[in-house]
């Protein structure tokens, strides 16, 4: 099916675009688009696990600033911007190069979905947990990570109905946030999280209001109202409620697997181990919504039910039930692990299939030879 996407934030149309098109020019012709969009994921990856390696546990910027070197944060925004700028630019260079191809949309939005999680999760670092005086509490962080989440699936949710990708705006603001707080974060230190803003909030309560704002009053009413014109219009894709709202059961049975583990965990495992779990809930997320990608754009069913909601409904079960004891953190540790590894495996078999199938090397613009 061919490619569309509509983008209508004055940001991005009136400010980044043209800051993308003159950076475009430098890219030489013969580099693959998908090495673009590759090199941008590995830059956040490597900086979210240079941020682990100083603050495993989300505590270094309340408890001892300092501890992350100002470098990390300045190197964070870097980072950030050039993941940014690689991400905008990827489907320019597709055009310029005429490679544009499933394959490239695919991983394009495959990486974006994992990615959304990771740029959460590191920033989380900057405005640490909380420690009585400030921060967020994990909870928070759980709520404001499934809130992202949820907006990158109802704008793909809104393309398997309608055909077309509306980039939420959300986007474009959140990274140029994202850069401006770890470029403050790096000149002035941690401390500017520390003291209260405005009547007694600090930036970090306002930058969760804005976002569940602009999700609950910009980002779903927008998708919804997308998916109503498109049923006006007789252009949807799919003509019965239960073909369109399909893609929404695992995510959501998902999420409410998730909560229940995070509400009732005797050891309290969110607490215990907040990065290794809201980890997980980015890969197991990343996943589900990679499958709805790989269905809209081949025009097949998903499946009702994710396989990964059965091991989760299972260590859920056993940890809620005391069954788990001691065991919780290793379980999750394992269930981490696992996820990850299926994910990877996920990723690589359907570009394989699919450089195979369009006969295409994922990361060059060289023809394959046919056989």
């Known amino acids: 099916s061919q490619y569309s996407a509509v983008d209508t934030n004055p940001l991005s149309v009136y400010i980044m675009q043209p800051i993308w098109n003159k ?4 890219v030489p012709l013969w580099i693959a688009p998908n090495l673009l969009t ?27 600033p300092g501890l992350v070197p100002t470098w990390v944060w300045l190197f964070s925004a870097f980072t950030t911007f050039c993941a940014y700028a690689l991400d905008s630019i ?30 959460v999760l590191s920033f989380f670092s900057v405005c640490s947990r909380d420690n ?12 404001y990570l499934s809130i ?32 401006a707080a770890y470029l403050l974060t790096g000149i002035v230190g941690v401390e500017v999280w520390q003291k209260p803003l405005l009547f007694g909030y600090y930036i970090t309560d306002v930058l969760v209001i804005l976002l569940i704002g602009f999700s609950l009053f910009l980002s779903f009413p927008q998708t919804l109202y997308n998916i109503h014109r498109a049923y006006l219009k007789k252009t949807l894709k ?7 709202l399909l893609p929404l059961v695992s995510p959501l049975l ?44 081949s025009s097949t069913r ?14 859920v079960s056993a940890a809620i039930s005391g069954l788990l004891g001691a065991m919780e953190e290793a379980a999750l540790g394992a269930l981490a692990a696992l996820l990850t590894a299926a994910h990877l495996h996920y990723g690589v078999c359907v570009g394989r299939q699919l450089s195979e199938h369009l006969n295409i090397y994922i990361f060059s613009l060289k023809k394959r030879v046919q056989e």
């Open 302 to 315: 998903p499946e009702p039910l994710h396989w990964f909601l059965l091991p989760l409904a299972l260590l």
């Open 38 to 64: 590759f090199s941008g994921f590995v830059m956040i990856l490597f900086n979210y696990f240079l941020i682990s390696f100083y603050d495993w546990d989300y505590t270094a910027s309340g408890t001892s």
């Open 254 to 297: 998902l999420f409410a697997l998730l909560t229940v583990w995070v509400v009732f965990s005797p050891s309290n495992i969110l607490a215990k181990q907040p990065r290794l779990f809201l980890w997980m809930v980015g890969v197991a997320f990343s996943n589900v919504i990679c499958k709805v990608i790989v269905c809209q754009m």
């Open 132 to 143: 009585g005086k400030t921060g967020v509490s994990v909870y928070t962080m759980y709520i």
């Open 23 to 26: 950076i475009i020019k430098i």
């Open 148 to 179: 992202v989440l949820f907006n990158f699936m109802c704008s793909h949710w809104e393309k398997y109905n309608t055909g077309v990708l509306f980039l939420p705006w959300g986007y474009d603001i959140s990274q140029v946030v994202l850069i």
């Open 90 to 119: 990827d489907g320019k260079h597709a055009r310029r190069t005429q490679s544009s191809t499933p394959l490239g949309e695919l991983f394009d939005h495959g990486l974006d979905s994992w990615a959304t999680s990771i740029f």
């Open 238 to 244: 799919n003509d019965s409620l239960y073909e369109g």
